[in-house]
């Protein structure tokens, strides 16, 4: 036999899912909002590649160039070590790769990466909001 559900209880769910809910669809607006590069440039593309490299701890890294012009989440895998023919060593890459989140604050854009929550300025890129139902996640 079923119970009737309480009205408090009922009332407490209801507001719990709610905050969830906009805890979800929110963006801290301190941290800034997901962007996309706009007008990508020789120095906007260095710019890039110096904050991705900086957060590989000096590891040069080869970005696509349209990288960071349709979404605003970037991801970066580790190249595999190979021998002088080519081959693969040691076998499979174990390394995880590392997520980045173009955002815009205020005037700048900046590059935040995931993992250590570590944020770069971004000095010679030009970058926009997105849409609300973009890059948010």
Do not use: K, Y
């Amino acid at each position: 036999m079923r119970r009737p559900v309480s009205g408090s209880w009922a009332a407490a769910v209801s507001v719990s899912l709610l905050m969830g809910l906009a805890a979800c669809r929110g963006w801290p607006a301190d941290r800034g909002v997901p962007a996309i590069v706009t007008q990508p440039t020789a120095a906007s593309r260095a710019d890039l590649a110096r904050a991705v490299t900086q957060a590989f701890g000096g590891t040069p890294v080869r970005l696509a160039r349209d990288a960071l012009t349709r979404d605003s989440l970037l991801i970066v895998g580790r190249a595999q070590a190979r021998d002088i023919r080519g081959l693969p060593l040691n076998g499979r890459e174990l390394g995880r790769p590392q997520r980045f989140r173009l955002l815009r604050r205020g005037s700048r854009c900046v590059l935040l990466h995931i993992e250590t929550g570590r944020v770069r300025v971004l000095a010679h890129t030009r970058c926009h909001m997105l849409p609300d139902r973009h890059g948010r996640g």
